[in-house]
């Protein structure tokens, strides 16, 4: 199976960090996010990669000549200011099988590919997203007669789930995005999959982490040192 991972953002949360480097570039330990995602993905037996550039691709570009490992990797510039709806369709002709996996170039998990790809044959829709808890930011109040009766100092609503950016896509999506528009992904298309009843989930219930702040690279920095979930094997 290929793998494709949007990667052309600006990534402008991150603030100083992504001025001379793209977001897929920043660091965790000694190796950039994106080679973390490629790593634990390959280690599930995925090693067909296509890399869909934008902001300072050049960057991301001559990263990927230089590494020694043995993967498959196409870097291909899908523009800069290019929505991440329109990055996948305009990758449609280097998509070999029925299915690939698609996620995006700064979150990291340790998610069960086999059993992500198993719902996916199972509910044989279209599109699969993995579902995963939002991440936990500010504390959790319950509260009685104005008075606080519970306190949790980080807490998620478990009912709520997220999308945690990890597709199985069905090749025959080429046919339903419209490269006229230059659209987001998680809106339009999501949205007229979800109406035609084509979006499937599955429920992940482990280590999901994104890196959208100068706080969560802290974050998975120290996650990164403990060689706790997805960075075990690095």
């Known amino acids: 199976m290929q793998a494709i991972i949007l990667a052309g953002g600006k990534g402008s949360r991150l603030g100083n960090i992504t001025k001379k480097i793209p977001k897929p570039m920043v660091k965790i330990g000694n190796k950039p996010i994106i080679w973390h995602i490629l790593n634990n993905l390959s280690s599930q037996g995925i090693k067909d990669f296509i890399i ?3 902001y300072k691709e050049k960057i991301i ?9 043995k993967w498959n990797v196409k870097c291909i510039y899908t523009g800069l ?4 709806g329109k990055r996948i369709g305009l990758i449609s002709k280097y998509i070999k099988s029925d299915n690939f996996l698609m996620t995006y170039g700064d979150g990291v998990s340790n998610i069960n590919l086999k059993k992500l790809i198993k719902t996916h044959n199972k509910k044989n829709k279209l599109v699969t997203v993995t579902a995963v808890p939002p991440i936990p930011r500010f504390g959790a109040l319950n509260i ?7 306190f949790a100092e980080k807490s998620s609503e478990k009912k709520s789930l997220i999308n945690g950016g990890f597709f199985i896509i069905k090749k025959d999506i080429f046919k339903f995005l419209d490269l006229k528009v230059n659209v987001m992904w998680e809106q339009q298309p999501m949205l007229n999959l979800t109406k035609k009843k084509q979006l499937a989930a599955y429920i992940h219930k482990g280590f999901w982490h994104p890196m959208d702040t100068e706080r969560d690279q802290k ?9 706790l979930y997805c960075f075990k094997n690095d």
């Open 52 to 54: 869909c550039t934008g």
């Open 61 to 69: 570009k001559k990263y990927f000549l230089t590494l020694k490992e």
């Open 81 to 84: 200011n290019t929505l991440t």
């Open 144 to 150: 009685r007669n104005n008075l606080v009766t519970k």
């Open 219 to 227: 974050f998975l920095n120290e996650i990164k040192k403990k060689k």
